[in-house]
């Protein structure tokens, strides 16, 4: 299983980005998906998830204004949609597919796949 993610970038404040995560090797209909930041000198943290039919989401507290994150299952693909970024966003953004369920959704340990991440770095 492998998980590449794509749409980072050097973007100005205020502008917005998609991101994308393909999955290949495994079909993730029936998984949930999730996206990780790790901001410059920090550790890496949970940013947002969404369930296997894409109806429910979950969303850390800074995230829940700016942040969007969608899947298209045919595609076997996950996005984060980022609006109005600040530099504050500015963070490796890590994909992630969640394969136990003993903790909550924002333990990383509850994810045995991930990307390699997609740098965005936001300029004032």
């Known amino acids: 299983v492998q998980l590449q993610a794509s749409g980072g970038g050097v973007v100005q404040a205020g502008a917005s980005l998609r991101l994308s995560c393909l999955v290949s090797?495994?079909?993730?209909?029936?998984?949930?998906m999730a996206w990780f930041g790790q901001a410059p000198g920090k550790g890496r943290e949970f940013v947002s998830g969404?369930?296997?039919?894409?109806?429910?989401?979950e969303y850390a507290d800074f995230a829940k204004v700016r942040f969007s994150v969608s899947r298209d299952n045919s595609k076997n693909t996950v996005y984060l949609h980022v609006n109005r970024l600040m530099t504050e966003d500015t963070a490796l953004y890590f994909c992630?597919?969640?394969?136990?369920?003993?903790?909550?959704?924002?333990?990383?340990?509850?994810?045995?796949?991930w990307g390699h991440g997609t740098q965005v770095t936001v300029s004032s």
């Open positions: 992630a597919l969640r394969t136990t369920w003993r903790s909550r959704y924002y333990d990383e340990s509850e994810y045995s796949y």
């Open positions: 090797g495994r079909a993730i209909d029936a998984d949930f």
């Open positions: 969404i369930y296997a039919a894409g109806g429910l989401m």
